[in-house]
């Protein structure tokens, strides 16, 4: 299994939806830089860019399910069609394992137990902090709570002027 061939999935899933698919190509493009600027080893580099990939794959079935599709409903519905998705592909196990782990909580800020889970929620924050235009403060707030990482903390510094 390549990450070209998980994008190239998750375009066709997310297929007619634009928003997503720019989403998660945005998380993606940030977990990466920020993975490598990090010096992530090569394997867990590509996890993290599989599950940056993936991440928001619980959306589909949350809103068919409950109609709402907030963070925990994410978590919660994301694993299943993850771990089809990843299977088909081929992955190996331990990658379906964490990609998976990293899906279900991706909206869940502490306990975070890896650099790839930092690093996902990071990326995934500078993108939702731009696209749901979040106030100063907020990104201040978000900002001191949560980024961990050198490059992370300068691409959020840089991105929002704080």
Known sequence: MTKEQVFQKMIEYFRGDPKRIQHFTKVHAYAALIGKSEGLPARQQFILEVAALMHDIGIKPAEEKYGNCNGKLQEQEGPRPAKEMLIALGADNDVIERVIYLI???????????????ILIE????????EDALSAHAVKSVYDKLFRTECGRKICCDMFAI
């Open 104 to 118: 279900a909580h991706h909206h869940t800020y502490d306990h975070v137990d890896g650099k790839d889970y930092q």
């Open 123 to 130: 990326s995934d924050f500078l993108v939702n902090g731009y």
